[in-house]
């Protein structure tokens, strides 16, 4: 009996830490109100070749997101909004523990409405420091969005020096009526044989938290 | 000296023609309209374009601006151009024949050499100002009534995205390429003009041999591999090369080689042919 309720007790703990890191992580997240930062945008797409691009990018709380660049940028769709999605609104998901990778806790969130636009959510997180270091947003309208974060100055706030968006690339398509290059019939596409795997390297620098 | 007067008395020849401003007047038409649509909704152009890729990304900034509107005008309208050019340089042998003033031109104090490579210098000035015009348009109207910013090419391999700073020297490039490729439907014209004495037939000719070159460039058919390279069809799209990164020097010498000998062999043919000319009758 004693060893029955310890089990219980253990089963009880584990049930409640995941919950007790997603609210020290959105405690922390609910620290920031809005910012501005400059980042620097290096996408490397199958199909798209484009050199990198400085942006600015204004954050307002809960999940606005501004970013104007002098040239074209590519981003992932809502890429840089879904966490925030989370975090701003941690009633309208299940955090559940799915385990340690390298020291990080995962934390797998699930939504409580059937209707929501993610899925299903992964983060790993750094328990000790508070700080998402990986995170895999699986929703209805962008498929799933991998990113990898690295911190440098800004980690007391939780905001990134770094992120690294990987996604699916393989629905990308060339339409061939709009793309009429003469002279090149027989060429194969570059992206025959290759990864379709994309990723899109965002460096931030000159936070201006407020 | 003589040269250059005849060449001057072409101009002013093809000045006074009013089928030389239709080719004007149609580039100017053609790229009011282009720019009004895109105008109005140029967008979901460009979405149609980037559908595909904006599932799963997101495109920031202008895409639709001056130098992708001159881009789309430049693609639509360069296939068209070379009708506009045989309009005219196509009648510039035959129709003196046919009215009968080409036997009045020969009696003048200038060598039928002299006065053949004036009127391929005169079609060539007209096919240059062609370009120009129409470089005028696209670029600097486009730029005008869109704005500048990063240009969004779609290629066969993919999309481009050139930066503002490395896109105007870029058009430059192309408008040259474009037009040496033009002055090959000037002289292949001009050759055919030779051989006819009314101003119809050297004009539907060199359509006819546009065409037929450019399907047999585009059927994907193994036996016509090893003819494609050659035909001057084939590179006459080598203007967009100098919309790739990067820049392709290898083929855009290798087009502008086999441009050039299409030059050297209408202008010999022609020499030959207008040199032994019966132009008494």
Known sequence: MKYALLLLFSFTLNAQKPEITFKRLVQKFNQVKSYDVVATIKPTIPLIRILPVKANIHFGYPNTFQVKSAGISILPKNGFSELPILFSRPNDFTPIASGTENNLEIITLLPNQNDSNIILAKIWVDAGELLVMKSQITSRSNGTITCEFDYNQEKTWGLPSHMKFVMDVNKFKIPKGLATDINRTNRPLETEGKSKKGSIDVYFNKYNVN | MIFLYSTFNELIKIALKPRSYLGLAAITGLVGIILFALKADGMSMISFVTASFEQTLRFEGEVLN??????????????????????????????????????????????????????????????????????????????????????????????????????????????????????????????????????????????????????????????????????????????????????????????????????????????????RKDITV
């Not at chain 2, 060598?111 to 053949?116: G, M, V």
């Not at chain 2, 037939?201 to 006819?208: D, H």
């Not at chain 2, 399907?215 to 001057?232: A, E, H």
């Open chain 2, 66 to 275: 001056g130098n992708l509107v001159a881009f789309i005008i430049l693609q639509m309208l360069i296939v068209h151009i070379p009708l506009l050019v045989a309009l005219v340089t196509g009648d510039l042998i035959s129709g003196e024949a046919a009215m009968g003033t080409l036997r009045m031109l020969a009696t003048k104090p200038i060598s039928r050499r002299q006065l053949l490579g004036s009127k391929f210098l005169a079609g060539g000035i007209y096919t240059l100002l062609i370009v120009i015009w129409l470089g005028v348009l696209a670029v600097v109207v486009g730029r005008w009534l869109f704005g500048p910013g990063d240009l969004m090419v779609l290629n066969s391999d993919g999309l481009v995205i050139l930066q503002e700073n490395d896109v105007l020297w870029r058009y430059a490039g192309a408008f040259c390429v474009a037009f040496f490729a033009l002055l090959t439907i000037s002289n292949l014209s001009i050759c055919l003009s030779c051989f006819s004495d009314n101003s119809i037939g050297p004009i539907v000719s060199t359509m006819a041999i546009i065409l037929l070159f450019t399907i047999i460039g585009t059927l994907d058919v193994p036996v016509f591999d090893p003819i494609r390279p050659y035909l001057f069809t084939t590179h006459m799209a080598s203007w967009r090369s100098f919309f790739e990164d990067p820049l392709p020097w290898d083929s855009i010498r290798n087009s502008l080689i086999i441009l050039t000998l299409h030059h050297v062999l209408f202008v010999s043919i022609a020499l030959f042919a207008f040199n």
